[in-house]
Nanobody
């Protein structure tokens, strides 16, 4: 029905930058919002940044001024540019899409997750 493909994770030193990308495909009628979450070992998953179809944006306080979320509506893709990375940013980052799906005559809303991509910031 809906597939999310993430890319861009990796290993970077403190102060470095990484860019994440997530492309959605499948039986998508419309996308309501796209977001990035992260989960570090032993911790709960937390929202990093979100962007709505109307381009309203929300950031976690810990990443404000360092991370930037954006989207390409034509490509159903969301991006997360991460600058000035810190060791505490180390986590698995997950893309999430809230969208309306249509299969034959059935239409419904759902939330879908990417597979996760590892971001490691060394100190």
């Amino acid at each position: 029905q809906v597939q999310l493909v993430e890319s861009g994770g990796g290993l970077v030193q403190t102060g470095g930058s990484l860019g994440l990308s997530c492309k959605a495909s499948g039986n998508i009628e419309s996308i309501n919002a796209m977001a990035w979450y992260r989960q570090a070992p032993g911790k709960q998953r937390e929202l990093v940044a979100a962007i709505t179809s109307g381009n309203a944006i929300n950031y976690a306080n810990s990443v404000k001024g360092r991370f930037t979320i954006s989207r390409d509506n034509a490509k159903n893709t969301v991006y997360l540019q991460m600058n000035s990375l810190k060791p505490e940013d180390t986590a698995v980052y997950y893309c999430n899409v809230d969208c309306t799906v249509k299969v034959i005559t059935r239409t419904f809303d759902g939330r879908y997750w990417g597979q996760g991509t590892q971001v490691t910031v060394s100190s």
